[in-house]
């Protein structure tokens, strides 16, 4: 999914919105549509301001950062059979335990295991042990199991010597960047074609992330200067009403009464919550008037196959090929999760929006 205008979404994001629009013809009906918006909302003359292109430069240390990022990513693992072991060093050993009595049973020896030194989900003191021990070398261990021992109830608490010999220490060697590196982990053929890739893909990014720089900006100074007269009170009462069941759906899951719930996760009693709510949806409607005003002005229209591609985009993120499973593990559609959760129509009519008024300030520019 692209980028969503900061300025514009921070209050979207923190609670999420869903807005149940049907569509027409080829386009999603633009939400706040059945509203006459000018009769509560004026925009400035947002055609007057000044904007800037994208001024990129990418240097070569920038490609050589890029690239070892890759390098490090990518490294080639090899055993080593001498030296000593730490803390966090992945290693291969082997175990033979046995009891006071002398006796052993299943699960206490092992050969050719593998783990890494403090990571690993073993009794207190076996990874300790092997701190500082020598490949190769065997290191005794005087331990004693847990009591209880989930494991194994018939050891639960008893004492146990362990011999345990590391056999090697498995160790990251760092990539090398060649023609052979280059041929594995892209399309490119050679170093020298490999680095114009990534100078390329740096060029790309950077721009972006100027333009999303330059339009948030622009979009600051438009939610700045535009005058609303009132937010539109069913507007308001149905966010108020969406948010309270949520919260209440919340603290029933939670077990607690709404007072509770109120109190740990906002610090509000009824009364604040009351007021605080109301205004939050107040500023979220305000918010929706203003982009919803700028799109009617703009005319700008987002597609129902747009729409669907990032439906699509957020069930592949999520790891599903269909709506219908992902609806089953989520709870709730495929639409009101990305409404909820990311506010999709509203940030794609915000971006058609300031597409628009992009490209036209650059041409008054020029």
């Not at 291969?92 to 989900?121: C, F, H, I, P, V």
């Amino acid at each position: 999914m692209k980028k969503v205008l900061s300025s514009a979404l921070v209050l979207v994001l923190c609670l999420g919105l869903i807005f149940m629009t049907g569509c027409g013809g080829g386009n999603i009906k633009m939400p706040y549509s059945e509203y006459d918006l000018t009769e509560y909302v004026t925009l400035p003359d947002y055609d007057s301001y000044t904007t800037s292109e994208p001024d990129v430069t990418i240097t070569d240390e920038d490609i050589d950062e890029a690239i070892q990022e890759v390098l490090d990513a990518n490294p080639t693992q090899k055993e080593v059979t001498e030296g000593t072991v730490e803390e966090g060093d992945t290693i291969r050993y082997s175990y033979k335990g046995t009891l006071a009595d002398g006796s052993t049973t299943d699960g206490m020896n092992a050969d050719d295991q593998q783990m890494t030194l403090g990571e690993a989900n073993m009794i207190d003191g076996f990874q300790e042990g092997l701190y500082g021990a020598t490949i190769g070398k065997p290191v005794t261990l005087d331990l004693a199991f847990p009591d209880p021992y989930s494991l194994n109830e018939d050891l639960s608490g008893k004492a146990v010597t362990f011999v345990v010999t590391v056999t090697a220490k498995i160790v990251d060697i760092p990539a090398e960047l060649t023609d052979d590196f280059v041929k594995e982990h892209s399309d490119e053929k050679t170093v020298a074609d490999y680095r114009k890739y990534i100078a390329s893909q740096l060029e790309e990014e950077e721009r972006e992330n100027q333009l999303f720089e330059i339009k948030d900006k622009i979009w600051t100074q438009i939610a700045a200067e535009t005058e609303i007269t009132e937010a539109i009170a069913e507007e308001v009462d149905a966010k108020v009403e969406m948010f309270n069941t949520r919260y209440e759906q919340q603290a029933e899951q939670q077990g607690l009464q709404w007072e509770e719930f109120l109190d740990q996760y906002f610090k509000y009693d009824t009364q604040e919550y009351d007021e605080q709510i109301r205004l939050y949806a107040e500023s979220m409607v305000k918010l929706e008037m203003t982009v919803y005003a700028a799109a009617k002005k703009e005319g700008v229209k987002v597609s129902k196959k747009e729409y669907q591609e990032q439906l699509d985009s957020i069930m592949a993120n999520y790891g599903y090929t269909d709506a219908e499973t992902f609806e089953n593990a989520a709870g709730m559609s495929l639409e009101q999760f990305a409404e909820e959760q990311y506010s999709l129509k509203l940030n794609m009519f915000l971006e058609e929006v300031l597409d628009s008024i992009y490209e036209r300030l650059i041409k008054n520019e020029k």
